[in-house]
Nanobody, 128 residues
Framework: EVQLVQSGGGLVQPGGSLRLSCVGSGFNFDDYAMGWFRQAPGKAREGIAC????????DYRDSVKGRFTLDYDRYTSTVDLQMDNLEPEDTATYSCAAIKAIVSSWFICRNASAMHFWGEGSPVTVGS
């Protein structure tokens, strides 16, 4: 059984940092593509940081480039999202997801509906 277990998130002041972790089990990392998505209240879900199958490529949404960084470990099927210089506009529920397919990071970030498995979601609030 494939599972994605998330940790991290919470409340942080503008300019602060948070790290989200997504630990996968029940699958071979090299056969899957994974990504981080977020959904703010009243807005559509968006892909923000994604890895192509087996971690071969990485893609970031323009609004987070230079501030968010993916860090993965294929042996533990862990994909972490380091978020620095957070802004109030980053407030959302963040979820990791995985798909068993040979796809690029570009595809993952733009096709949330195609993902097979989802973590439980981690609320992130950026404010004072």
């Amino acid at each position: 059984e494939v599972q994605l277990v998330q940790s991290g998130g919470g409340l942080v002041q503008p300019g602060g940092s948070l790290r989200l972790s997504c630990v996968g089990s029940g699958f071979n990392f090299d056969d899957y593509a994974m990504g981080w998505f977020r959904q703010a209240p009243g807005k559509a879900r968006e892909g923000i940081a994604c890895l192509g199958t087996g971690g071969t490529t990485a893609d970031y949404r323009d609004s987070v480039k230079g501030r968010f960084t993916l860090d993965y470990d294929r042996y533990t099927s862990t994909v972490d999202l380091q978020m620095d210089n957070l802004e109030p506009e980053d407030t959302a529920t963040y979820s990791c997801a995985a798909i068993k397919a040979i796809v690029s990071s570009w595809f993952i970030c733009r096709n949330a509906s195609a993902m097979h498995f989802w973590g439980e979601g981690s609320p992130v609030t950026v404010g004072s």
